[in-house]
């Protein structure tokens, strides 16, 4: 009896370990599938990643050819660029009424390029300009033409760039939002009431009449040349880099504050670390924070 007792026993462990085993191959699998299927979706990604979705119903391609976009009915554009080289300007006074003209070129036939897709919903144009992981930055080339009528009643315009290079001529918008990383930004000749920007690892140029600026520099280096009569310029600046050249003769009153950083003015006035610099009549509002980079205002 004691043997047999023994016996089952031994056999019951052996199932249990079977058992066992079992499991542990049938999880391995799982696992194994699971990880590999993982790691094919990653690759798929980077070679030919997809393309955020618009919120819209109906979406269209411009395929390389030059596609012109019926936009009466629209109040504001929204632009994401990632990976490529835009440049929006005004068109000619020419220009059928409230259209937007896209033009796409690249320098080589080595890359699937990806196609700009846009949409209008609700009184917006949205464009998704964007190329391949693979591309350079160069290698796309997207210029849109904004018929003169509808800068002129624009309400907003709001880009949002990753790894682009934006070129931005004579626009003329009531409000301009610019989220950058990464990119190298250059407007000339903008005429914009009230404008705010956020800028990270970027190379920015703002060169026009602006009424209210509110510019965030995490990091990079940015560079204003404010025309006309501006009313507020406001700089927070992190590890950056920046200057503020005002019109010739133009009053301020700058409110100033530094941590680690420096904030230096012209042989105009004296440079304060912290505290209130007036100049002139005072009336254009200025207010320059820095934590460990700089900003030197001057005139041009």
């Given at each position: 009896?004691?043997?047999?007792?023994?016996?089952?026993?031994?056999?019951?462990?052996?199932?249990?370990?079977?058992?066992?085993?079992?499991?542990?191959?049938?999880?391995?699998?799982?696992?194994?599938?699971?990880?590999?299927?993982?790691?094919?979706?990653?690759?798929?990604?980077?070679?030919?990643?997809?393309?955020p979705p618009i919120p819209i119903a109906q979406?269209?391609?411009?395929?390389?050819?030059?596609?012109?976009?019926?936009?009466?009915?629209?109040?504001?554009?929204?632009?994401?660029?990632?990976?490529?080289?835009?440049?929006?300007?005004?068109?000619?006074?020419?220009?059928?009424?409230?259209?937007?003209?896209?033009?796409?070129?690249?320098?080589?036939?080595?890359?699937?390029?990806?196609?700009?897709?846009?949409?209008?919903?609700?009184?917006?144009?949205?464009?998704?300009?964007?190329?391949?992981?693979?591309?350079?930055?160069?290698?796309?080339?997207?210029?849109?033409?904004?018929?003169?009528?509808?800068?002129?009643?624009?309400?907003?315009?709001?880009?949002?760039?990753?790894?682009?290079?934006?070129?931005?001529?004579?626009?003329?918008?009531?409000?301009?939002?610019?989220?950058a990383e990464a990119s190298s930004i250059q407007?000339?000749?903008?005429?914009?009431?009230?404008?705010?920007?956020?800028?990270?690892?970027?190379?920015?140029?703002?060169?026009?009449?602006?009424?209210?600026?509110?510019?965030?520099?995490?990091?990079?280096?940015?560079?204003?040349?404010?025309?006309?009569?501006?009313?507020?310029?406001?700089?927070?600046?992190?590890?950056?880099?920046?200057?503020?050249?005002?019109?010739?003769?133009?009053?301020?009153?700058?409110?100033?504050?530094?941590?680690?950083?420096?904030?230096?003015?012209?042989?105009?006035?004296?440079?304060?670390?912290?505290?209130?610099?007036?100049?002139?009549?005072?009336?254009?509002?200025?207010?320059?924070?820095?934590?460990?980079?700089?900003?030197?205002?001057?005139?041009?």
């Open positions: 009896m004691r043997r047999f007792s023994r016996m089952r026993t031994d056999g019951t462990q052996d199932a249990d370990r079977a058992r066992l085993l079992v499991a542990a191959i049938v999880l391995g699998a799982l696992l194994f599938v699971a990880l590999t299927s993982l790691l094919f979706y990653f690759v798929v990604q980077m070679t030919n990643p997809s393309i979406k269209a391609r411009v395929d390389f050819e030059p596609q012109v976009i019926e936009a009466e009915a629209v109040k504001r554009i929204e632009i994401d660029c990632a990976r490529a080289t835009v440049t929006m300007q005004r068109g000619k006074s020419t220009q059928p009424l409230a259209t937007v003209r896209i033009e796409e070129t690249h320098r080589d036939d080595e890359h699937d390029h990806i196609p700009t897709v846009w949409s209008i919903s609700g009184g917006t144009l949205y464009l998704d300009i964007r190329d391949s992981v693979s591309a350079w930055m160069d290698t796309k080339h997207t210029v849109v033409t904004v018929s003169p009528d509808l800068f002129d009643q624009l309400e907003m315009l709001s880009i949002d760039s990753s790894a682009a290079e934006l070129s931005l001529v004579d626009l003329a918008s009531d409000a301009l939002e610019i989220t407007i000339d000749g903008a005429t914009i009431p009230t404008a705010k920007v956020r800028l990270s690892s970027t190379a920015a140029k703002f060169d026009g009449r602006f009424g209210d600026l509110d510019c965030t520099l995490t990091s990079g280096d940015a560079k204003l040349i404010a025309r006309g009569e501006p009313k507020r310029i406001t700089f927070t600046v992190g590890a950056g880099a920046a200057t503020i050249a005002l019109p010739k003769n133009q009053g301020f009153t700058a409110h100033t504050s530094a941590e680690a950083g420096e904030i230096t003015f012209d042989q105009r006035v004296e440079s304060p670390e912290q505290g209130t610099v007036m100049y002139g009549d005072g009336s254009l509002d200025l207010a320059v924070s820095v934590s460990s980079g700089s900003v030197h205002i001057t005139e041009q």
